[in-house]
Every structure is written in C-alpha cells, then in structure tokens.
C-alpha cells in the first residue's frame, strides 16, 4: 500500500527564544493537518523526531502532539530517533505504518530546541552521534570528528579548502530567498574563504563550513490512496531507501561515502531514473565538506571530483542539478530531528511550485539525502506530484 504526503508545515528556524519543544511540536502538528484539509480526528497515528540527547529535560515527548486536540487521545504516538537523521527517520516510521495497513492518516512531526544550552553543552550532546569509544573526545567535538573527514579527503585529493567556501557562499546565497532560514544573508565567497570574524573551529573547518544550532519543526501528513485520491494535493514516493553503516569511522572508508552512494543508486534504481531526471536536490550539509563528499556520493562525478560540480555551476541554483537551492543546513539551519521532515516538506513544496522565491521552475522529480552521524544512517527519498 502506497503513502502519499497530502499536507505539510514548516516553521522559521533560528534561535526561538519564545518557543518550547512543546510549543513547536503543537504548532507544526496543528498546521499540517489543517493543510492537509483533515481535522485531528482523522489521523489514526503519530511519529514525533527528536534526537534531544539532552538539549532541553523533556526527554519524552510522544504524546505532546495530542495537546492539539482532545480528538487526538489515545491516538498511538511514538517518538523516533536516528541522529541527525531522525526526521527522514520518522517519515519511514509513518509510511510503513500505512504500508501495513496499520493506518491510513499519519502525522509526522521534526522538532528541536537546541539554543536552551551553551555551545559547548550543545557540543556534548552532538558528539554522542559519533562512536564514543574512539571518536567521544575528539577535539572540537562533532566538528572535529568531520574536520578529520576533511583532513583525509585533502590529503587523498589535494586541498580544497576555496571548495568548501564556494559551497558555503553558494547556500547563504540560496538561504536568503528562504523565509524559513536561520540565516538569510549572502556572506559572498571571500568572507566563507575566512578572515577575522570566520575563524577556524575545527582543523580546516571555518564558521561557514559547519551548520548553525537552530530551533525549529517541521511536520507532514502522510496518507493512504484513497485518502490522497480525496486531497488537494498529493506528493508521491518514486523511492524512498534507508541505508545503515558501521557506526565507527575507522571500519569505513568514509571518504568514500559508501552508505550514502549505496543508498543514492539503490533509491534511482527503484525510482528508475537517473540522476539527470531529477529537477534539484536537497542533500545533508551538516558540513561544507559533506556536500562535496554528497556530489561524488549521488553519482554528480567521480570521487575526488566534486569540486567541478561548484566550481562549474552546476549546482547553483539555475545550474543542471541544484543543489539545496533552500540553503540547506548550512543556511538554513539544522534542528536535528527537524531536518529530514523538513528536506521532505521542501521537496513537496517544490513539485507543487509553492516554495516561493527560491522555487527551481518546472521541478518535477526532487531527491533529498538526510544522514545520521557521519554517514552511518542514510536516507534518499525521491519524490514526484500525483497531483
């Protein structure tokens, strides 16, 4: 049985000093059912994305999505999470839900609510997606253990560090036509390619090569086909593929990227396209480096050339495969369980030529690529319109 995405929200990521992790569950909940054109009562299930790992105390949160209505008591609710995929995480959670005939009404909700901590604090928590034996007290936490993914790249392919600040220009750029953005400002290559007030965080890795600690929340409704057949509008999974890898770095060849290029040929071959079908991409730049790592990953070129992709416009956004023209993580911002409902609500937004100013014309098929840790949990969904 097919699933189908028949309504959606997403709201402003950023430092949400008014909002709670309850507060931003409730809301995107509320308003993708509404635009869904359902009322609470007709969902029969609910995922909620959270990964927390300490950033606020209220660790469980399942059934906070039932403050929306009294309809929605006693409706099953589970929270999922998968590192920094945990939102892609939940969306899969959703549609098997409905494959099994277990439910024909899903609601599925990202959110996060990180800015309640320090950085450093906020370090301690991410490093936990890493493996904690042999990566739990790398320098720079999370950022130091992609810092060595880059350190390993540029010693096998040469220094790339002009790359990474063309990347990170390019998604600023994008990021200021997306209302929903962290940061909407076009920082311009030379400030990405560092000075004073971009210095170094981790090894080779500036300010702008590594995504922003944001609060936000994303939410879908996912539905049966004759619910969809009922709907105003309904996106469809042409494939929809989870990948898992060796969770430490050391028992991967992690330039390589082999999880995520597994789950990109398996996700195309499903769909039966190829990836001059698809009209852009919304791919995981949790690091600058993790974009370039993503071009040669999903087949743009070989590995050890991913730097043409950039440098030759290819992914900009009027280029032959944009690449996140919403600003990605990088500008977008990157609440970790929001962030994979948000690549699929962007998706949907795109093939229904509703995403505004950075809308790609004419988008017909969109892939996205969430991933947990470096590369160990890894999810392509390729979408298209039914209607």
Request: glycine letters at 10%; charged letters at 20%; aromatic letters at 6%.
């Amino acid at each position: 049985m097919s699933a189908y995405i028949i309504g959606w929200s997403h709201s402003k990521f950023g430092n949400l000093a008014d909002e709670t992790i309850e507060s931003l569950i409730v809301e995107a909940g509320a308003s993708a059912i509404a635009d869904a054109g359902l009322e609470p009562g007709d969902i029969d299930a609910i995922f909620v994305g959270t990964m927390n790992a300490g950033m606020t105390r209220q660790e469980f949160v399942s059934s906070l999505p039932l403050a929306i209505s009294d309809d929605l008591r006693f409706k099953p609710a589970t929270r999922v999470e998968n590192a920094c995929a945990t939102g892609s995480a939940a969306v899969y959670q959703a549609r098997n839900a409905i494959a099994a005939g277990a439910a024909r009404r899903v609601l599925v909700i990202g959110a996060e609510k990180m800015t309640e901590l320090g950085s450093a604090a906020i370090g301690d928590c991410l490093i936990k997606a890493s493996y904690l034996p042999e990566e739990g007290e790398t320098q720079g936490g999370f950022a130091g253990v992609f810092a060595g993914i880059t350190d390993t790249y540029f010693q096998r392919y040469g220094d790339k560090s002009d790359v990474l600040a063309h990347i990170a220009a390019k998604n600023h750029r994008n990021g200021v036509a997306n209302p929903y953005a962290h940061v909407r400002k076009d920082l311009g290559y030379e400030f990405c390619r560092g000075n004073d007030k971009n210095p170094l965080v981790a090894g080779r890795l500036r300010r702008t090569d590594c995504s922003m600690i944001s609060d936000g929340a994303a939410a879908l409704v996912l539905a049966d086909a004759d619910t969809a057949d009922a709907a105003q509008k309904a996106i469809a999974f042409r494939s929809a593929v989870h990948v898992s890898d060796f969770l430490p770095v050391s028992k991967r060849d992690i330039v390589a990227m082999p999880g995520p290029s597994r789950a990109w040929r398996q996700a195309l071959a499903d769909a039966g396209v190829g990836l001059e079908d698809l009209s852009l991409v919304e791919t995981h730049d949790c690091f600058t480096t993790a974009e370039l790592l993503a071009y040669e990953a999903m087949g743009l070129t070989p590995q050890g050339q991913g730097e043409r992709a950039i440098l030759e416009g290819w992914t900009e956004k009027g280029g032959k495969l944009p690449v996140n023209p919403s600003g990605g993580l990088k500008a977008k911002g990157h609440p970790i369980g929001a962030t994979g409902v948000s690549m699929h609500v962007l998706a949907a937004m795109q093939l229904q030529g509703a995403a505004g100013d950075f809308q790609v014309p004419d988008a017909k098929l969109v892939g996205l690529f969430n991933m947990g840790g470096s590369a160990v949990v890894n999810y392509v969904s390729i979408l298209e319109a039914r209607k």
